[in-house]
Each structure stands twice: as C-alpha cells, then as structure tokens.
DNA sequence: AATGAATGAGTCTTCATTCAT
DNA sequence: GATGAATGAAGACTCATTCAT
C-alpha cells in the first residue's frame, strides 16, 4: 500500500507543477511586450528588451510563442478580448437599445484611459502590415457580441442605414480621438466629459 | 574615334534617366518611400529597397535626406502638404459656413480614396513614435488652414462646444474608416455616399 | 479509494513505457539519432528532436551521455561494432582465404543494404571533424578481427603488396558506392550482382 | 571636345572598377570557406570565423551570396569544376584508351594530393544532406568530360559491364583512400606510389 | 531516473550608413 | 551629384545544457 501512496506522491507532484504556477511567464512577455511596444514601436522593441522587461531569458519567449509576429499577434487577440470583456461589463438585456449603446461606449472609453498601453497598441496594429496579413487572427468574443450588438442595432432601425463594418471603425475613430485628447492634456475625465463624447457618436450614426 | 563615341553613346544612354530635372531623384524617392511604406511598413522597408524602387543608388539618397528618420518625416510633412491642398481646393469664403465645411470634407474624403498610400501612410505614421517623438515636424499649412477652419467654427458656434483638438482627430477618425472601408470593397463611390458619410460626421458635431 | 486506483491505473499508463527493461531508453536514444542523422546530418538535429523522436524528455539524454559530442561518438563506436558483428558472421577459420575474403565482403554489402542509416551515418563522421579529434574512439571488435583478417591476407601474400591502413578504405569506397548505387536505385539485390562488385574489389587487390 | 574626353574618363573610370580587381573578394571568400571547412567542418565554421579569415566584413559576404547554403553550394561547384579541369590537364585523344584512363586516374590522385582541403570539402560534402538537397546543383564540366570519359569506357568494352553510376564512385573512394593514406603519412609520393594505386583501379574494373 | 521549463551564448542575417571612385 | 561595394552593429532565433521538482 504504501507504495502506492508513494507512487501518487510522485506522479501528481509531477502533474502539480503543470497545473499552478501555470502561465505566469508567458503572461509576463505579454505584458512587457504590450508596455515596450506602446513606447516604442514594433520595430523599436527588440526581444531581448522585452526578455528584460520580463525578468526572462531571451529563449524562454520562444517557449511561448513561435516567433515575434506570432507574439505580436497573440498580444493583439488576448488584448482584443480584454477589450470586448471590458466593453461587456454591466451588459442588461432588459435596458433599452440606447441605454446599452451608451453603456457599451462609456465603457468602451473607459478602457482606453486606464489602459493606454492597450489602446496604443491596438491602433498601431490595427494600422500595421499585421492587420492585412493575418486577418482572421482576431478576437471571437469582440466579433460575435460587439460587432453583434451594432449589428442588432442597425437591424432594429436604431442606426442610420450603414454598413455595421463601416459603423465600427466610425465609432472606434471617434472615441480614440478623444480618449487621446484626454490622456495627452491628462486632465480629470468626469462622467459628464465622456457622455459629451458619446453623444457625438450618437448624434452621428442615429436614425435622426 | 569612332569608338569614342560609341563609349559614350553607350554611356550616356545609361546615364540619361539620371540626368534630367532638378529634383526628379528627390521625388522620386519620396515617392517611392511612400509606395513601399504603405505596403510594408516602416520596418518592412529597408533603404535598399526604396533605392531600387526609385532607380537610384543607396547612396543617392543620403544627398537628400539625413537619416531614414529624416526621409520619413519629410515624406510625413510633404504628405500632409498635398492632404492640405487638396482640403483647401475651391475654398470660397463668401459661401457659408456649414457649405465650406461640407467642401473641405468631401475634400478630404476623395483625397483618401485617389491617395490610398497617402492615407494608409499618414495613419501609420500618427500611430508611430514618430509623431511622438517630433510633434513640431508638421505642415504648417495644414495647421494654420485647415485646424484654424475648424477653429473658428468652434468660435463661431457653429460646433458643440467640443476642444478643436478633439474635433480634428474625430473627423480624420469617422472619414478614414469610411475611406477604408469603400476601398477595401472595391465600391464605386457617388457622390451620395460621400455626402452620407459627412453627414454622419457633421450631425455629430453640430450644435443641436 | 477507488479515485486513488484510477489515479494509479491513469498514471501509470502514462508511464509504463518509460518504465520498462533496463537500457531500453538509452538504446532508443542511440536509435533515434541514427536515424535523425541518416536523414537531416549532424547539425540538423538538434537535440530536442533526438527526445522528441526517442518518446524522452530532453533532459533524459544527460542521464545517459555527456554531451551531444559524446553521443554521436557513442553511436560511431556501436554501430561500428554492429558492423564488425555483421562481417564476422558465419566466419569459418577452415575455408580457404579467398573464401572467406569472399563472405567477409558480401556480408559487408548485405549489412550496408540493410542499414541505410548505419551507412550513411558512418560516412558521415568518417568524414567529420569527429573522426579527427577522437581517433581513438572506434570499435575494437572491427580493429582486431576485421583489420587483422586483412593484415593476414596481407602477411600472407594474397593481396599485392599495400598497407593494409590503405586497403580498408579501398574496399570500403567500392562497396559503400555499389551499396549506394543499388539503394538509389531501389533494385533487388541478387547474389550475382553482390559477387560481381565483390570481384572487382578482389580483381583490384589480389596478387596477380 | 574636351568635355567629351572628361566624360570618357569619368565614365570608364567608373567602370573600371567592375573590370580589375573583379571578384578578389568573392574569391577571398571561397578560399577561406574551403580552407575553414576542411579545418572545422560545415557546422563549426561561423560565418563570422569566415568574414575574418578572408579579411572582410562580416555583411559582405551577403553581396556575393544569398545565404550560408547557398555559399557552401557554389564552393562545391567551383571546386568540382576545377577538380575536372585538373583531372583533364594534357589530355590527348589520339593516345591509347588505357593511357588515357591512367593520365586521368594520375591527375585525379594527383589533384587530391595537391589539394587536400578540396578533397576533404568534396568528401564531407557528398556525404552531407547538401548533396541530396541539390542534386542538379554540379559541375557541368565533370559531368560532361570525366564522366562521359567513363561512359566511353564501357561503352568501348574497356570494363566491366558495370554502370557507370557505380564506376564513378568505386574509383573515386580508392583514390580518395589512397590519397589521405598518403597524406596521414606525411610520405612523399613517387611515381610509382601514384602508379601502383591506379594499378588497383584499373585492375579491378578492366574487363578481364 | 525522469522531466521539460528555463537559460543565454552563439549563429545567421539584415540594413542604415559611409566613402572611394 | 551619383554610385554601389563595403561595413559592422544589432536583431531574431536556435539549441546544447542545466536544474528544480
């Protein structure tokens, strides 16, 4: 019997070390990556700089990730997700369409100030080589509930009658422009700043 | 004799595409540097490559420009030039103002659409460190024409009462994604499409 | 209790192949990095392949060997060792020289047919940088009874009258290039055509 | 008239440049690969221990070839090409088939004697994956002239009715086998020495 | 004994830039 | 002005080896 029990201590030790301390590494190169290339770019952010940052050795990245492209790609859907997550939050069906829309733009604002790093970032990509070449590397939460949600809208009437591909890059374009223009004059943003800008949007693409 | 001029029958045919006007070779770098960035990218274009694109030698580019940091912020401001010239097109003061701002931007939006490369490579360059590390290298006459147009349309109530520097980020947002959009589709573009796509912007922004 | 059992049963299930006779994963190992040799050379298989391919853990290999340099010397020696088991068999001290000459050769033929790997991976590291830095290092089955069968035909006046240091390559190129030639190939082998290479080795060398 | 003659000399002084001192550094490289390779073999010959040995930086080597393989590739041709120019030095079709086979076979063994880093590339580069990567990738003078010499043979009834895909390679190990004997053996190699080793050769392939 | 994540020195290769002509 | 061969620093990536478990 015993050893039996010495045999499970082993062999689950073995299991244990796959199963706690798990992904801390591979998280930490996303988010040093995320920080650096915020600062400097693709290009200005060599591997070795975000093995650094990352308190790793230069090969542990490619444990992780085939490549850079690879890396930079998967840092673009991981902080995709983040997005569309963050955009979700407090989503009530039961509310009406504006209300919602309103909440997902709020939200939506909200992330790009407290995540500056993230908002760059995805507007480098989205405006990089990356984006053409691989097209079909993207979030599925974004897709499917974001992108959903316009798309209901549109369907419903609520929008003026565009195309909901042109609709997201519209909203995006404006809401970018002003979570800038706050960060860079680093002012206080009050509930009532955002709803100005929101309602920009709103006056835009509403069925007047 | 004979073989002399042979010599440089031959020789000066080889020469003569480099020996014609003035600037052509400065021109023709900017030109090609903007064909191949929007393409592959900053990164992905090294010097040699926009050497052979414009029919010069490695060299020759070091004439004309400092550094590749030189010869993209140039190429930036020369870009941003054109984009100002072609808003300010058939500008007529005595019209009003609502008239001008539809103008400069439908304007602005075929500049997008018959300058792919320019809008693709201004995009990128103002999500780059570029744009952060050299904000005084800019046009200036798009700064003084086209900002101040905006400028005074705030002033003169025409506008929410929204920072001019928050506007223009908003319009460039809301037009480039509808320029993308028509030309990732291969639409032909009518002038209701155009007209459509300005008002979305301009409902947004008027004073309700 | 019964959870424990299939703890047990799942992991060692995992296990057992790792946990059976002896030497089993060294010689896997050996195995495995012929054959990866064979196919990709010394420098194209790194060794995270050789684990990959002998169902080991990369580690595993230092239990066994020193470094990849003593592993591939290693391999040289056991299966140069194979190899003079391969020429030695059958070996009849009652027959006449040529006779046995004759079996030796042959022998060596089939074994090179039917050990591709071997072959290739013997030509290999004769002609390596190894082979230099590690003379020393080589079967001393082969040296003693394979060398020493021709230094007595030698000693013995069967052959002309050549140092038996440059007969062992002589014959060795003939048969390698007709094993070679055969396999490219893909013909069947019959013993008319083993005896017919055989011959133009012993036409070479006999005393006339 | 005087501007003509100007021009004349600045332009061919232009082009003298890529008529003198031509390929030297190419040449310097290949030179050094052989050498280093023959030393260290392909995988423990850095470009970077080849840029210093040829006394050129390390990106030069770049202008001249496309890659690491691709380098070692065009050595193996260059070599093989001179090996045949070697091997068909004095040839004289009106001199007697046999004489004509013993003048190659001399000049091979010579060639090798003379050349041992080229033998020694030769060998580990037939016996590399290189030569099964890019089997077209060869000498078309060896092909033409020393094989077809060989093809003659047999169609001419000087040998055995062997192939001459066999014949090529069982010479070409016995004189590869002789010639590094001799070389291990610091020996200086007579007429004779050379004569006694084709006479093994040619013994064993002539048609008896 | 066995694992495989982690390491980091070392490799090939690229590319902005220089300079003799 | 123009050339393009040459440079060499810097980057992405590999892989033999180690070590905590």
Redo the contacts between chains.
Sequence with gaps: MAS?LH??TF??DR?NVQLNNSNSKRDAILNSTLILIK??????TPMSQIAKHANVAAGTIYHYFDSKETLIVELYIRTKDQFAEAILQGYDESKPYKDRFFKFMINQYNFYIQNEPAM?FL??YI???FAKNFPEKDSILFKEKVIGFFEDGIAQGYF?N??P??L???I???L???A??RLSEHMIYSDEDIT??V???W???KR?
């Design positions: 039996y045999y499970i062999l689950c299991m600062e400097y770019g693709f290009h200005g760059v507007e480098q405006n990089s080589p003026k565009v195309d591909r042109l997201g890059p519209t995006r374009g404006t970018v422009a002003a800038n223009f100005e800008v309602q920009i949007v006056d835009g693409i007047q």
